[in-house]
């Protein structure tokens, strides 16, 4: 399913735009703080019905006006689909597909989406946090029970954390930790299986982006590993026990997939404390591509890509690999400048002003 219009009123710096976008790649180029990147915030809400940057409502809405709208026209084979999202200043959102009113939840079936921007830097970079963020989003881009174990996950681990603040209710804790080990397991078994295939995919596609080096992935855990769900369950659960005391004095769960991590490394060495900028960059955006790779090979059907100032740091091979790679599929690149070698390539480009003129 590709886009083949977007419309924006009041969005942002937008008070007018319309835009029938190309079926492969699009490059949209132009000034920093033109709208390049809000135009790929709205991209990303005709799918997700969120925008990526986690603004308030009231930011989405162009400051001398009192409500937004984003228009999304989608085209698969013989049909096509219209989606629409109203925002007002007193926080209400409202979504429709063709006309009919409806849910964030439904307004987000069928499409899938695949977003790389300078803050996903942050994978390598930053906190662990950051890196189960990234496999959160990715697992939820591909299996919806995920999200729910996760829901799940939290629920408890809210209400145990809780417990441990207050109260020590031993036999309330049992409960707890049952649960939590029977609902943890199912997230590290599923993280487990999604890390090996993005290894797989995103070493071959680093290969390609580096001169051959290897890029390799992986889970870090605060239990022991198992490719067994039940072994993984009874670990989580003696090491919920073995570590209560621990946990008490410091009143929050220390073990669990909330505190697990995920290792990068290129042909041994940490990308976090050895890789350079670049290095770090091809690292995420190989990710980014293995992503891609795990929805089409789950669903058989592309994801649409937004790259956002995807080449700053990549050279020209690097830059050809990956406008290569992605030649076939519906992809939206933003850049600071118009490359000449992009004249010899099956694109469709934008100037930012010119598509901004209202």
């Known amino acids: 399913m590709n886009l083949s219009f977007i419309g924006l009123y009041n969005f942002r710096n937008y008070k007018s735009l319309k835009l029938n976008t190309g079926p492969n790649i699009n490059i949209i180029y132009g000034k920093n703080a033109s709208g390049k990147t809000n135009l790929l915030e709205a991209i990303y809400m005709t799918c997700k019905a969120y925008s990526f940057k986690n603004p308030r409502d009231n930011d989405l809405i162009n400051f001398s006006k009192n409500e937004a709208c984003i228009l999304g026209t989608y085209e698969n084979n013989c049909y096509k689909d219209n989606y629409r999202i109203e925002i007002t200043r ?41 890196r189960r963020r990234f496999i959160d ?17 939290r629920k408890i681990l809210m209400e145990r954390n809780k417990l441990l603040k ?13 649960e939590l080990s029977k609902i943890g397991s199912k997230i590290i078994i599923m993280r487990l299986i999604a890390i090996k295939e993005l290894n797989k995919y995103a070493n071959k596609h680093y290969q390609n982006l580096s001169k051959n080096d290897r890029l390799k992935t992986t ?62 960059r091809s690292v995420v955006l190989s990710l980014k591509l293995s992503e891609f790779d795990l929805i089409y090979k789950k669903f058989n059907d592309k994801s649409i890509l937004l790259l956002d100032d995807v080449f700053s740091e990549l050279d020209e091979k690097r830059t050809l690999y990956l406008l290569d790679s992605i030649k076939d599929t519906q992809t939206f690149i933003t850049t600071t400048e118009f490359k000449d070698y992009f004249k010899n390539l099956n694109i469709s480009s934008y100037n930012i002003e010119d598509i901004n003129k209202e």
């Open 90 to 130: 007193n926080n209400i959102k409202k979504y429709f597909i063709n006309e009919q009113k409806t849910n964030s939840k439904d307004f987000r079936q069928a499409r899938h989406i695949v977003l790389f921007s300078p803050v996903d830097l942050n994978i390598i970079k930053n906190s662990p946090s950051d």
């Open 137 to 153: 989003e990715s697992l939820s881009n591909i299996d919806l029970s995920y999200d729910y174990y996760l829901s799940q996950y």
């Open 166 to 178: 207050i109260s020590k209710n031993m036999s309330l804790l049992e409960i707890y930790d049952r």
């Open 219 to 280: 889970y870090l855990s605060t239990i022991p590993l198992s490719s067994n769900e039940e072994e993984i369950r009874e670990n989580f659960y003696n090491f919920l026990k073995l570590n209560q005391y621990k946990d008490f004095q410091r009143k929050n769960t220390s073990i669990g997939p909330h505190r697990d991590d995920i290792d990068f490394k290129i042909n041994d060495k940490s990308t976090k404390a050895f890789g350079s900028q670049g290095e770090q």
